[in-house]
């Protein structure tokens, strides 16, 4: 196993080597963090080295561990798809790290059914309670007598994730009758082709198959989220050490430039 | 007469040299020879015992942190939770039901099949029905699992009822039909007038078919009136597996059956043996081992299945209301370790990553076992049969 290892880094070490002359070992980049944000971090971080030249490398082992490699100092950049926690902060300090969050896009959670399901409008708690398993028939929410078939992610999902943090809390488990789908792409699939079903997808994937429901009013759309009037829709971050400066700034500071946006919009995040 | 005896003995002796030397490189060549298939041979065993180590390395953690009893006794199954619960009795159970199923499906038809090719259909007609029937094996199981998702599942959900109710009739139909008339045989057997006997045997035809009719039909409508829910559930995945497992019941048991030979055949019918009576009381005996092989390869292949559970068992780790509720969502180990692996890393937390492991370890486990099972159910065959 670790010689294994050794050759796997000789290998690493010598594939940088070859395919960046250009820049310095201490030049590059490395980003860990959020799985949510990782398509943009590395869409980012190849439109970055294709354009300065500087080496980008993006890991996604989960928010908190951007928090930590931060902390840790093995990261310059920690994505993360939710705040930093009072307790990273203060474990920050004491290492004399300074996190400073920079929001670099908006992500909104469409509830959707069944194009043929009357039902236009729930609640964040309805949702919550339809998600527990306390709701399981949609007359008791205004629509026709039909059992719920609930839709989740994967708990690997960071749209799962999401959506718990923001309508489940934090404790609340999704119940066990739930089914799972492995994407936003098989979610959609099983809702359109359901009619007694709900589900959840990043706002990029609503098409006219499915229908999404307003939530507490608020139907969600690029312009409710970036209003911040849709209920289930959050912030993207990129943490730093202190204020950036440098490659690193124009790094954080693409999600500001044309380009930035228009890779925001194609991957289903709103712009701030 | 010296010097001759000499001059042919260092002939002979010369000769005897070369071939020597000629004998030496054809032994090192055979021992090149037989050692290099011995490393191919012995390379797939040692890929199997490095498979069971690296598994069993990465499972025994998952054990030591969270212990025997969570996994196997509780169903609540959430490994991203805070912290984690690893309850994977649900998910053992839709295995268990899901291979079930399919085995209830696949296997009657399978063996069903392997009879009419071999003992029943003309062999033109058999050289084209087994490779067709086995080009089913060919096709990618997750061109299964998309048809059973987007076709399959919705169809479910639209036609379900109509569904259930005409495979309750094209199934049922038949098997009662042939127990109306056995029975109805049977029971006027014993009347000793024959003239009385044929007018009781068809009376009670008579009665028994009507039953059997009204039988029918009364399950057929309440199977019509079933609504399902979900088209991604325990049902749909065991049709498709059942079909996936077909291949290879089909053709293990053919072999089997072809293997049993003219002469046992010859012999039935020299008897006086019907060809039903030949094949349900000696062909099907014979080959049992070979068929219950076939059986086990299907089950394996059904258990063992990943893709089309994952997409179309609708993967809710619950045990259905009530236990053999079909039409509900159920979660598989093998989906489960397919769904989860993604970003169960070391790093999110060493049990999430770990109980995969152990999960694979008990699919490895189970086929171990199995096999076994069948090796051992396969020689006492062989034994009864050589009348040992």
Redesign the interface.
């Known amino acids: 196993m670790k010689t294994m290892k050794h050759v796997l880094l000789l290998a690493a070490l010598f594939a940088v080597a070859v395919s960046s002359p250009l820049s310095a070992a201490g030049k590059s980049i490395v980003m860990d963090g959020s799985t949510t944000v990782g398509p943009l971090a590395k869409s980012f971080a190849a439109y970055f080295t294709r354009k300065y030249g500087v080496k980008v490398t993006v890991s996604e082992s989960g928010s908190g561990n951007g928090a930590k490699s931060l902390i840790n100092r093995s990261c310059d950049i920690a994505t993360m798809s939710r705040a930093m926690k009072a307790q990273e902060l203060v474990a920050a300090r004491k290492k004399g790290v300074n996190p400073v969050g920079h929001t670099v896009a908006l992500d909104g959670i469409a509830m959707v059914v069944h194009p043929g399901n009357p039902v236009r409008n729930l609640t964040k708690a309805q949702i919550a309670d339809i998600y527990k398993g306390r709701i399981t028939n949609w007359n008791q929410v205004g629509g026709p007598t039909a059992r719920i078939v609930v839709i989740q992610r994967e708990s690997n999902s960071g749209t799962q994730e999401s959506f718990k943090d923001l309508i489940m809390g934090k404790t609340a488990q999704i119940s066990k009758t739930a089914e799972t789908q492995s994407s936003n792409g098989a979610v959609k699939n099983r809702v359109s082709s359901t009619r007694s079903a709900i589900g959840f997808l990043g706002l990029g994937f609503v098409d006219r198959s499915v229908k999404p429901v307003a939530v507490n009013g608020v139907l969600p759309s690029p312009v409710t989220v970036r209003k911040g009037i849709y209920p289930i829709s959050r912030p993207l971050y990129m943490y730093t050490n202190g204020q950036p400066a440098g490659s690193l700034k124009t790094l954080i500071d693409l999600s500001k430039t044309p380009d930035g946006k228009r890779m925001i919009t194609e991957l289903g995040f709103v712009n701030k | 007469m010296m010097s001759e005896d000499v001059l042919k003995e260092s002939g002979r002796s010369g000769a005897f040299i070369v071939s020597a030397q000629k004998r030496k490189m054809q032994k090192l060549a055979k021992t090149a020879g037989e050692s290099i298939l011995l490393l191919i041979a012995s390379f797939v065993a040692i890929v199997v015992l490095f498979i069971f180590y690296f598994v069993t390395v990465d499972a025994i953690p998952y054990f030591q942190l969270q212990g025997f009893r969570e996994f196997f006794t509780s ?8 912290p984690g619960e690893f309850g994977a009795l ?1 998910i053992i159970y839709g295995s268990g039901m899901v291979t079930l199923g399919s085995t209830l499906l696949s296997v009657p038809m399978g063996i069903a099949a392997a009879i009419c090719l071999s003992d029943i259909l003309p062999f033109s007609v058999r050289q084209y029905a087994k490779p067709v029937i086995e080009m089913l094996a060919a096709i990618p199981s997750v061109a299964f699992g998309f048809f059973a ?2 076709i399959f ?2 169809l479910l ?1 639209t036609q379900g009822g109509p569904i259930l109710m005409w495979a309750w009739w094209i199934l049922a139909a038949p098997f009662l039909l042939l127990a109306v008339i056995v029975i109805s045989d049977l029971l006027s057997a014993k009347i000793e007038d024959p003239k009385r006997r044929q007018q009781i045997s068809m009376f009670l035809l008579v009665v028994f078919g009507v039953g059997a009719l009204a039988f029918l039909y009364w399950v057929g409508s309440v199977l019509q009136g079933i609504e399902i ?4 559930n325990a049902l749909n995945v065991s049709i498709i597996l059942s079909f996936m497992a077909l291949p290879t019941i089909v053709s293990v048991s053919e072999d089997a059956l072809q293997a049993v030979g003219r002469e046992l055949r010859e012999g039935s019918y020299a008897l006086g043996a019907t060809r039903a009576e030949t094949i349900v009381k000696t062909i099907l005996p014979a080959a049992s081992s070979g068929i219950l092989a076939a059986v086990i390869l299907g089950v394996m292949r059904a258990l063992g299945e990943t893709m089309v559970v ?2 179309a068992s ?5 045990i259905p209301e009530p236990w053999f509720n079909y039409l ?2 159920i ?1 598989t180990l093998t989906a489960t370790i397919a ?2 692996m ?4 070391q ?2 937390g060493s049990a999430r990553y770990h109980v995969l492991f152990a999960m694979g370890l008990l699919l490895l486990v189970i086929s171990f076992i199995s096999n076994l099972v069948s090796e051992r159910i396969v020689v006492r065959q062989r034994k009864i049969l050589s009348g040992q």
Request: proline share 6%.
């Open positions: 169903s609540n199954w959430y490994p991203a939770g805070d649900a998702l987007v599942a919705p959900q829910i979900t088209g991604t994952w997409m609708g993967n809710s780790s619950h509900e969502a979660r769904g989860d993604g970003e169960a890393d790093v999110t």
